[in-house]
């Protein structure tokens, strides 16, 4: 017991530090990882050696991004009741395959998916999985998507795999996320077999731009562009798509939150209209990595392209086996954290959490652009790209703030501009955390400016 007692006085010392460190880790914190550099050791090392090992080396080399002021990527921290959460599952140490082996994490997970289907406005009755992350969400949500256009065609893709199938064509914006590529070929469907559709400034796939659809056509729209956080016209697509018998997917890994926020649901209309939809819970949800959500209109079709049966494994009668819609077979209840996120946020939490991060992003538009920095975007989200004059320059003032370390943002090259990203999308950040991170900004893009 005393190494559990000292391992979370260890990382709640670490949490309560966030605030106060550096965002990125020092060079000498990052140089001090040469310590753990040695050979397998022959000898077991007490427990507590180990974690004291890993506290004082580690610890120091992570990037803040837990903390109220990390505003790279699309991260989330970890809500309290999440990371607690996630805890308490790991020393159950659920295997969460199966319904009649561990019955109380599936149930964790049965619930917190219809929570999310009604919060997303998706059809009640669809099917959802709890992968990885969004790359793994768009792969699973488009394996039903290949299932089901090629059974379609007489194919079973399952049994026969794609030499010699019929084909399918794939329709993707031009802004698309990258890893959605990668999705595509871990499918077997190409990363380069794609028909990219024309964009707008914003990222969004033009709907008039859309080549001849049919019934042997996947449409991958987007919720959320990571540079912008535009939408693509779903409603539009989805009529066309529809028409022409198109299977249509969402990647909305974490613009899909914005259909729980009234006053942001307007962005997100006709997403519903969707086949499949991916998103991510580490991001906006904030539960700790990692964590991802597929979902399937035909919940069926999520299960043909992932289920297994063998004599050993019992098949739950009455109940989701959680393995029947992942690609893994092993897994840790993911659900779990999701549950409690959303069990203590409640759904105004959730609609507190999604909102107050967009009018942190406003906010930090306002006043960069007050001080004359152009903003490349419109900010309809969280995200916020802006220059501070040439490339070159921008590229230094983003240095800079990132080796000041009151917090921490990334590059981007948008529609050839380059630009510094602005992602607000952890609970933790407050009022005071954007104006503490917008003077900083100020004061080291003032030293960079030409103007
Ligand atoms: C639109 C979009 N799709 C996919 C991804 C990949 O998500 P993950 O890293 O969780 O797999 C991201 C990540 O930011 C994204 O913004």
Not at 123 to 138: E, I, M, Q, R, Y
Not at 145 to 160: P, Y
Not at 371 to 380: C, R, S, T
Request: charged letters at 20%; aromatic letters at 6%.
């Amino acid at each position: 017991m005393g190494l559990l007692e000292d391992t979370s006085q260890r990382a709640i010392r670490y949490i309560e530090s966030l605030d106060a460190r550096k965002v990125a880790p020092t060079p000498q914190a990052v140089a001090e990882l040469a310590r753990l550099r040695m050979n397998l050791p022959e000898n077991p090392t007490d427990p507590k050696e180990v974690i004291e090992e890993l506290d004082h080396i580690v610890s120091p080399a992570t990037m803040a991004m837990a903390g109220p002021r990390f505003f790279g990527f699309v991260i989330g921290g970890s809500l309290p009741a999440a990371l607690a959460a996630n805890w308490l599952a790991g020393a159950w140490d659920q295997n969460s395959a199966l319904y009649d082996v561990t019955p109380g994490t599936a149930r964790l997970e049965e619930i917190a998916l219809r929570w999310l289907i009604t919060l997303f406005r998706l059809p009640s009755n669809c099917g959802g999985a709890f992968v990885t992350g969004d790359t793994l969400a768009n792969f699973s949500a488009l394996a039903a998507a290949r299932h089901v256009v090629l059974a379609r065609a007489g194919w079973n893709v399952e049994s026969d795999g794609l030499s010699g199938a019929p084909e399918i064509r794939l329709i993707v914006g031009a802004e698309a996320h990258p890893s959605l590529f990668k999705s595509l070929g871990l499918l077997g469907l190409g990363r380069n077999r794609v028909v990219r559709v024309p964009v707008d400034g914003q990222g969004r796939m033009r709907a008039d731009a859309l080549p001849t659809l049919s019934d042997k056509t996947i449409v991958c729209t987007q919720a959320g562009n990571v540079n912008t956080g535009a939408f693509d016209p779903t409603k539009e697509i989805c009529r066309r798509a529809h028409e022409a018998g198109a299977w249509v997917h969402v990647d909305g890994a974490f613009g899909l939150w914005a259909s729980a926020a009234p006053s942001l649901a307007h962005l997100t209309d006709g997403v519903e209209d969707a086949d499949s939809w991916a998103t991510d819970a580490h991001k906006w949800l904030n539960v700790p990595y990692d964590s991802g959500l597929a979902f399937v209109r035909d919940s069926e079709a999520l299960r043909a392209a992932m289920a297994v049966t063998a004599e050993y494994l019992p098949a739950s009668l009455g109940h989701r086996d959680p393995s029947d819609y992942t690609p893994e077979l092993s897994r840790r209840a993911r659900g779990v954290e999701v549950w409690a996120a959303l069990r203590s946020l409640g759904r105004l939490g959730l609609v507190d959490l999604i909102e107050r991060t967009c009018r942190h992003a406003r906010r930090f538009a306002q006043g960069l652009n007050e001080a004359g920095y152009e903003i490349l975007n419109e900010v309809v989200l969280n995200q916020v790209l802006v220059s501070f004059g040439d490339a070159d320059t921008t590229r230094k003032v983003i240095a800079e703030l990132q080796a000041d370390g009151t917090c921490w943002c990334g590059k981007t090259v948008w529609q050839g501009n380059t630009a510094m990203r602005i992602s607000i999308s952890s609970w933790a950040t407050k009022d005071e955390d954007v104006e503490r991170s917008l003077k900083a900004m100020l004061r080291i893009a003032a030293r960079h400016s030409k103007r």
